[in-house]
Structures are given as C-alpha cells and as structure tokens.
C-alpha cells in the first residue's frame, strides 16, 4: 500500500482515484492493522454502518534471496501496480498499554513500517543482505530494475491477484478491506496509517472501537494472505519463518 492511500472510487460509472492519507510519498508511515475473518453478519454490519468506497483488483509479486535473507528477518519487499514498497518490523511504542484488555487488543494487530521510496528501500535491502554489487542504484526502466534485483540476488518467491472492497466508518483514518485471493482465501483488514513516531495507541484504539462494532469477537490472531499462501503453496519457508517466530 502507497502512503498516499488510494482506492477506487466510482461517480456515475466514472472511476477516480480516493486518497486516505495526507502523509507524503517522502514520509515514512506504520501502518496498523488487524485481520478477521469477514462472515455474512459482519459484511451485512459493515455494509450498514459503512461507506464502500472502492472495489479494485491487484497484483501482487515478493521478493526475497534464495537463503530468505528478508523475510526471516520479518522483511517484505513487494512490487504492485509498478511500485515498491518495503515493510519492516517496528518496535512497541513505550507509551502503550502492556496489560489487560488494551494488550489483549494490541496482540491482535501488526505493526510495519513502510517504505515506498526506491533508493530508501534499496540501502534497507543492502543493510540485510551482503552480497551485492555496490554499484547497483535506483532506476526506472524495466531493465535496469531487473539489473539491481540481480544483483542484490532477489528473486520472487511468491505472487498473486487479489480482489478488494475497501469501506470507511465516521471515525476518520479507518479502513477496512475486504479481500479474496486467487488463490482461495478470503480475509478482512482494519488498517490505521500513522506517521512514523506517530501516536501508535490511538490507532490500536480506533481498530479496537471499529472491530466491537463489527462484531469482531476472538482472542487469536488472523492469518494474513501471506502466511496462507506460504503454508499452501512453500510449506518449507513457511516453517522456516515459524522456527524464527516471524509467523
């Protein structure tokens, strides 16, 4: 996802592109979010208390060495739509609760920063992996784009399409995504966007808030796309990622 958070909107038939984020491309965000399983009565809450504000299809691809040099380390690099992004683990904020009922809530979101930036998100990528040719720099083109994956040994590990419907409630800088996967599996997102160093609490608050008036109830954390995708489809990397309690 971009930082400049974009869906498709339609307006008699004519699509335009919505942003959600006021953050600029330059600016690194985290992005919070906490998955569910969407049944019939939450679509039918949601579709009720909610405004859809888009539905897009989109593709998918990540990439990783062949040793898994990112993604062991929690690392995820992705191309959609012709744009990069990097996510990255991030720390608990000191200034979150770490008992009772909020840490039970704040457990069932992750939180990653994400770098749309090129040139950022290949010094990140050079940091990890050791490998690589010094000389390999941002670029443009599809060859020279194939140029730098090959030399920072990146190969993809993993793609697929996927079908969203994205809504919004009263409570600004929430959204919730519907997903269905082509590879057969259906899941949903409430996601809050902050600036890095931003106030982490209060998004976990607002998808605590969204998630009671849903309905959401479970104390277990939701599979995302990815881990489903790697247990069906690389069941090897998938336990290696368990064994380094990455998943």
């Not at 069932?108 to 770098?115: D, F, V």
């Not at 599809?142 to 009263?170: D, G, I, P, Y």
């Not at 609490?201 to 796309?225: C, F, H, N, P, Y």
Request: charged residues 30%; negative net charge.
């Amino acid at each position: 996802m971009l930082y400049a958070k974009e869906a498709l909107c339609r307006f008699g038939g004519e699509i335009r592109t919505k942003k959600f984020s006021m953050y600029s491309a330059n600016e690194m965000s985290v992005e919070v979010e906490r998955k569910f399983l969407c049944s019939a009565d939450t679509l039918k809450t949601l579709e009720e208390i909610g405004a859809c504000v888009g539905q897009r299809q989109f593709h998918d691809q990540y990439f990783d060495t062949p040793k898994f040099g990112l993604t062991l380390r929690d690392m995820w690099l992705r191309k959609r739509k012709g744009c990069w992004e990097l996510k990255c683990p991030t720390t608990v904020d000191g200034s979150e609760e770490t008992s009772g009922e909020k840490s039970k809530a704040a457990a069932l979101c992750t939180r990653y920063k994400e770098i749309t930036n090129l040139p950022e998100i290949q010094l990140r990528v050079k940091e990890v992996i050791k490998d690589v040719c010094e000389d390999s720099v941002a670029s443009a083109s599809q060859e020279e784009e194939e140029s730098w994956l090959s030399k920072m040994n990146l190969v993809c590990f993993a793609e697929f399409t996927t079908e969203r419907r994205s809504f919004t409630l009263e409570e600004g800088g929430v959204q919730i995504d519907l997903d269905q996967a082509d590879f057969g599996y259906h899941v949903g997102e409430i996601e809050v966007l902050v600036p890095d160093g931003g106030d982490v609490q209060s998004a976990l608050e607002k998808i605590e808030r969204t998630a009671q008036k849903l309905g959401l109830t479970g104390d277990q954390r939701v599979e995302g796309k990815m881990n489903v995708y790697l247990r069906r489809k690389h069941p090897e990397h998938y336990a290696k990622l368990l064994r380094e309690h990455v998943l």
